[in-house]
């Protein structure tokens, strides 16, 4: 019964995983940026030339700088946290100091940014805004404080202390991000009549109202002043996704990069759909590695690394299928590339030799785009993509599921079936789930999609040698006779069977997720009229997978006893040895374990990859493996021996 309490919580923490990983530490962060926005933005109002106006909102600043650093200190351990510490503190003493208010202003903004930035926190939303709605919601919740035109003069304004925010003063609400606006939004202030509306909106409705209220400062003459420059093409490099809009402010974006861009952030305020309309991966993935260089320039490597692997996970990788279809080896190139790119990046190379890596990978994108606009992928190019996503995801977990219960039904054991068509199915459940909670509710990213496959994949090896073991065990008459006899009496050891569903759980779940978003991805290069060639080539690949799978059912239950145990534990051993490779590699593509390449064949079929981590672990997993044979041979011998 042990092994069940065991299992429970890898079946339901893979799930949490892959649903909430990216919002671990979002509640003390998110509280942490809220009061850093409102010391860049309160303190140079209540703090000048050394004097101090209110004395009040003074305390107030000092207990806001305080907190931060409680916050920090609660966060994971980062190698960016003590600096982030340091920083704080020097907030603190600066404010105790009565510093410049443009002094606070910059060193909070600094804290914020590159808290942001360690702990890679999601501040924008997961849909586009839509201010239509915003509108609507702000005149139901807020115009009754703040007014109909946002000036703070609304019918109940004058009965509050202090009097509500004015966001149509273009000074202070310069200094104020969207992301700013929703946090307010979110936790509320205390010591005002601004209430948390995290309970009564949604988070698309609170980003809404904050992209709605960003528009009170800007003119109709900067908005339209935005447009125009925007469709002649200014400004794309800077706003490139939503973040970079929710966390830009006007004074900052008017100092980075001149007077025009501010009026562009206007407009993009007004209509973010603007943001990443028409982007494709590629295009995502050659923006991403412009970042990582730039940040690699600025001797920011943690950035520079995390870039570096969103450029893959959420950009290349999703068109993989596509470019197979269509060039092979253009796509390995393309991926070895990138693999050595964020290796550079991990040995700290020198600038010159990352800037020769980049151009040779930005090209080799830019041939790829070519290679993909110039070959339109036909009908039964569609089909056997879609065809070869559903067959090369299934294949393992057709090939496990099927071994198990070939096993069940040949041990005469009935009973277990149950568990394993429950694995299988709860693991489609779960991963439809997950998709789900990604496409309406979070934001999953690439690395975590990558880390809740790999660390599947490990511990399916696992389960995978204790069934193989537990197989071979049986592969004597002897050892046979002795196992039908002790389950006569009742069913199978209960530790066993909840491996058995374990197994069957993880086999389908590491890749039920990442399959949907291989479709997704092909849909949106094919468009309305490829989908018909898209489901086809999913029905195909799915009739294959159930071939397949009654193929190896039928067959190996007319094998001979021992040529069935021998062959189907020899298979679950191949594929624990091919898991440890593949979760290995997962785990180095969301760049938890570092990666060292070594001369030695690709074999992604088999999970060989060269690089000496993987196959160090596939080489100890081979040997556990032959020692495990070579030790239930002997102990069968010694019996033979001693009757």
Same mark, same amino acid.
């Given at each position: ?377 036909? #009908? ?6 879609? *065809? &070869?996503?559903?067959?090369? %995801? +299934?294949?393992? /977990? @057709? !090939? ?114 990442? #399959? ?6 092909? *849909? &949106?290069?094919?468009?309305? %009229? +490829?989908?018909? /060639? @898209? !489901? ?108």
């Amino acid at each position: 019964m042990q092994f069940r309490f065991f299992t429970y919580p890898i079946w339901l923490g893979l799930f949490c995983y892959s649903i909430m990983s990216y919002g671990a530490l979002n509640q003390p962060a998110q509280n942490a940026l809220h009061m850093l926005d409102y010391i860049s933005v309160d303190y140079p109002t209540f703090v000048q030339n050394g004097q101090v106006l209110d004395e009040q909102e003074y305390q107030e600043q000092q207990e806001f700088s305080q907190t931060v650093v409680k916050t920090l200190k609660t966060l994971p351990d980062h190698p960016e946290k003590d600096t982030l510490l340091q920083q704080a503190q020097k907030l603190v003493t600066q404010i105790n100091n009565k510093e410049a208010g443009e002094v606070i202003t910059t060193i909070a903004n600094k804290i914020h940014n590159d808290l942001i930035q360690a702990y890679h926190l999601e501040i924008a939303p997961k849909n586009i805004p839509d201010i239509a709605i915003g509108k609507t919601l702000y005149q139901e919740h807020c115009a009754n404080c703040h007014g109909v035109s946002g000036n703070g003069k609304g019918p109940n304004a004058e009965s509050l202390d202090p009097l509500p925010t004015d966001f149509s003063d273009k000074t202070r609400q310069d200094q104020r991000s969207i992301y700013s606006l929703f946090n307010t939004l979110t936790l509320g202030v205390s010591g005002t009549a601004m209430p948390s509306f995290q309970e009564n909106l949604s988070e698309d409705q609170r980003w809404a109202i904050a992209f709605f209220v960003s528009t009170f400062s800007a003119t109709e003459k900067e908005r339209s002043e935005g447009k125009t420059l925007w469709q002649q093409g200014i400004g794309k490099d800077v706003f490139t996704n939503l973040q970079i809009l929710t966390s830009q402010t006007p004074k900052e974006t008017k100092t980075q990069y001149g007077e025009q861009t501010q009026s562009i952030l206007a407009y993009l305020r007004s209509d973010p759909n603007q943001i990443n309309r028409g982007q494709s991966p590629l295009e995502f993935s050659q923006q991403r590695l412009k970042q990582s260089l730039e940040a690699y320039q600025q001797n920011n490597y943690p950035k520079a690394q995390q870039l570096a692997i969103e450029a893959y996970l959420e950009g290349f990788e999703l068109i993989e299928n596509n470019l197979d279809a269509i060039d092979s080896q253009l796509r390995l190139q393309v991926e070895q590339e990138m693999m050595a790119y964020r290796q550079m990046i991990h040995k700290k190379v020198s600038l010159d030799m990352l800037e020769q890596q980049y151009e040779s990978l930005y090209h080799l994108l830019e041939k790829t785009q070519q290679r993909l606009q110039e070959t339109e992928l036909s #009908t039964t190019a569609v089909v056997l993509s879609a *065809l &070869t996503i559903i067959v090369r %995801e +299934g294949l393992e /977990a @057709v !090939l496990v599921i099927g071994a198990l219960l070939s096993v069940l039904i040949r041990t005469q054991r009935r009973d277990g079936l149950l568990y394993v068509h429950a694995g299988w199915i709860t693991a489609l459940i779960f991963g439809g789930l997950t998709w789900l909670a990604a496409t309406y509710f979070i934001k999953i990213s690439g690395a975590s999609r990558e880390v809740t496959e790999g660390i599947a994949a490990l511990i399916a090896m696992i389960i995978l040698l204790y069934v193989g073991f537990w197989l071979h065990s049986k592969t004597y008459a002897d050892g046979w006779q002795r196992f039908i006899s002790k389950q006569v009496q009742g069913a199978l050891n209960q530790k066993t069977l909840w491996a058995l569903a374990s197994l069957s759980f993880l086999a389908v779940y590491r890749e039920a997720f990442e #399959t949907v978003l291989f479709y997704e991805a092909l *849909l &949106t290069q094919v468009g309305i %009229e +490829g989908k018909n /060639a @898209v !489901l086809w080539g999913f029905i195909t690949g799915t009739g294959l997978l159930i071939i397949l799978s009654s193929i190896i059912f039928y067959s190996s239950i007319r094998l001979p006893l021992k040529l069935f145990f021998s062959g189907t534990s020899t298979i679950l051993a191949l594929l624990a040895v091919i898991l440890a490779g593949k979760g290995i590699s997962a785990l180095q593509e969301a760049g938890w374990i570092p990666l060292d390449s070594v001369t030695f064949p690709t074999i992604p079929l088999l999970g060989v990859y060269p690089n000496w981590q993987g196959l160090s672990l596939q080489a100890i997993v081979l040997a556990l493996i032959l020692l495990g044979f070579f030790y239930q041979n002997r102990i069968v011998q010694n019996d033979k021996a001693t009757q």
